[in-house]
């Protein structure tokens, strides 16, 4: 059996950026649950989606928020827009292993969801082991190090060319 998650312990309030371009049960269960871990700062959802995503990573990178959460229908719309913001590594779950995964492995400060296939208690459950998986695995340094790098268009060492040319052999199909 899998050694327990190690759980958050909030000096404070943590502060959680949210941001959805609609509102169903699935959102208004997710707020709830957002409701009781501090201080939610909400962005309008009068917004397109693209300018969500963006505003929810920018509250997290600006220091506004500690954390984020967006959601769509599919979820990836608002996900790649909260990538688009150097620092945020936003992350779409739809199970609670991929959720504490992407805090674990990825140090994922913004979880994206879809607001339409997701049931509001399974939604809760996957931002539940978002918010209780406290911090990076110590052996993901490295990793996550290399992704900062991309946010400042230099490109990971471990990126070279060699690295790409051997995975470009491998995936291209065989023919004449
Ligand atoms: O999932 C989404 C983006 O990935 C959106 O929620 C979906 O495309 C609907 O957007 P709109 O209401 O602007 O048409």
Not at 97 to 126: H, Y
Not at 135 to 157: R, T, V
């Amino acid at each position: 059996m899998d050694p327990p998650l190690p759980r958050l312990t909030y000096a404070g309030l943590v502060r959680i950026a949210y941001g959805a371009d609609d509102d169903n049960e699935t959102t208004r269960a997710v707020l709830d649950y957002l409701s009781g871990l501090g201080e939610v700062v909400r962005v309008g959802a009068d917004r397109p989606w693209p300018q969500i995503g963006a505003a929810v990573g920018q509250a997290v990178t600006g220091g506004d928020a500690d954390l984020g959460v967006v959601m769509c229908w599919t979820g990836t719309g608002t996900a790649i827009a909260a990538n688009k913001v150097p620092g945020v590594r936003a992350a779409l779950a739809w199970e609670p292993w991929i959720a504490a995964g992407a805090r674990k492995w990825n140090d994922a400060n913004v979880l994206a969801m879809s607001l339409k296939r997701l049931a509001p208690d399974v939604a809760v459950e996957v931002a539940r082991a978002f918010f209780e998986t406290a911090e990076p695995d110590p052996d993901e340094a490295a990793n996550i190090a290399l992704l900062a790098a991309l946010d400042h268009d230099q490109p990971p060492a471990a990126v070279d060319q060699g690295v790409c040319a051997r995975v470009g052999r491998r995936v291209r199909p065989q023919g004449p």
